[in-house]
């Protein structure tokens, strides 16, 4: 069973509309999906992860957010841990850095294994929270699967946000832009492909 196969509780929010609108759906059973991210209107979507072992699992020690950037992350334990993603060029030799230039923030693949060296142990932490963002080639390939005009540059950033509270684990989307854009085609797509991408995990 995946991290997703359970019923899970999505949160639909609307820019222009303050009412919010519960959906729920499954995909463990034959019941069909109910769950539909094509309004434009549509620009955040908050899923809450039932099988929280199975997703921290792979979010941890697995793969499954390796396309992504560690923005800023807190961590509360015995004391509060704070992260700061942006990269340090000085830290990085120059064959490193050649690599390495391309990411504003430090690679989540990169960076997993610290943070895990912190969580793992007998006691759940009280909370914690990631802000990850999608690298800049995996922005690219989005853009071009999704047929959106925005260019890279447009955008400041894809972002999936992990909060856990030791009872609750939530994602949720979001989509910063450099200009404002009335259209709402890049925060619709972003939400599909997230919703997409957690049902794979």
């Known amino acids: 069973m995946t991290a997703l196969q359970a019923v899970h509780r999505i ?20 019941q069909p999906s109910v769950f539909n991210v094509t309004e434009k209107r549509v620009h955040m979507i908050s899923i809450e992860i039932e099988h ?4 921290m699992a792979g ?36 064959d490193e850095w050649e690599i390495l230039k391309e990411y ?11 943070i895990f060296a ?12 990631f802000v990850l963002m999608l690298a ?11 047929n959106i005009s925005d260019r890279p540059q447009e955008i400041g950033g894809l ?7 030791r009872e609750h684990l939530k994602c949720t989307t979001g989509v910063s832009r450099n200009t404002f854009v009335p ?8 939400d599909e492909e997230i919703t997409i991408f957690l049902k794979g995990r």
């Open 11 to 30: 949160t639909k929010r609307k820019r222009l509309n303050s009412q919010s609108i519960q959906v729920t759906m499954k995909t463990g059973g034959r």
């Open 52 to 55: 929280i072992k199975s997703f």
């Open 59 to 94: 979010f941890l020690t697995g793969d499954v957010c390796d396309q992504f950037m560690l923005c800023e992350g807190r961590l509360s334990m015995g004391t509060v841990y704070e992260f700061d993603g942006k990269m340090m060029k000085d830290f990085y030799d120059t």
């Open 104 to 114: 504003p923030y430090i690679p989540w693949k990169m960076e997993k294994q610290r």
């Open 118 to 129: 912190l969580i793992k142990g007998k006691k759940t932490p009280l909370s914690f929270q």
């Open 136 to 146: 800049p080639k995996r922005m690219e390939a989005f853009l071009l699967k999704y």
């Open 159 to 165: 972002f999936l946000n992990i909060y856990f509270d």
């Open 183 to 190: 259209d709402k085609t890049l925060e619709t797509a972003w």
